[in-house]
């Protein structure tokens, strides 16, 4: 099964580079230099977009949360556990004087 999800992954990919230079070709043919920095500046923004969410989606994996304190992923467990040690040394020490 992860065979073909890499080779349907790889299809789409090279089906967009195929699809995004021959939209900067026909953008040429069009317009010449301004329509291709148009298309490729489009090109460059769906891309970022479409990393970008990928990236969000896999940093924030969704656990249960339970109680008053609990952490909705285990990136912000980790920076709630940091935190607390930080504030702990120094802000314990001034409250206990």
């Known amino acids: 099964m992860a065979g073909k ?3 349907d992954a790889q299809f789409w990919a090279s ?6 230079a021959l939209a ?3 953008a040429y043919l069009a317009g ?14 769906l891309v ?24 909705h992923c285990e990136r912000c467990r980790r920076t ?4 607390d040690g930080q504030a702990g040394s120094a802000g314990r020490a001034v409250g206990d004087e």
């Open 48 to 71: 970022m977009a479409h990393v970008g969410r990928r990236f969000r989606v896999r940093a924030h994996v969704r656990t249960p949360a339970r109680g008053h304190d609990a952490v």
């Open 24 to 26: 900067v070709v026909a």
């Open 32 to 45: 010449g230099p301004r329509y291709v920095w148009a298309v490729a500046t489009v090109e460059v923004l």
């Open 80 to 83: 709630l556990e940091r935190l």
């Open 15 to 20: 089906a967009a580079g195929v699809t995004a």
């Open 5 to 7: 999800v890499a080779h």
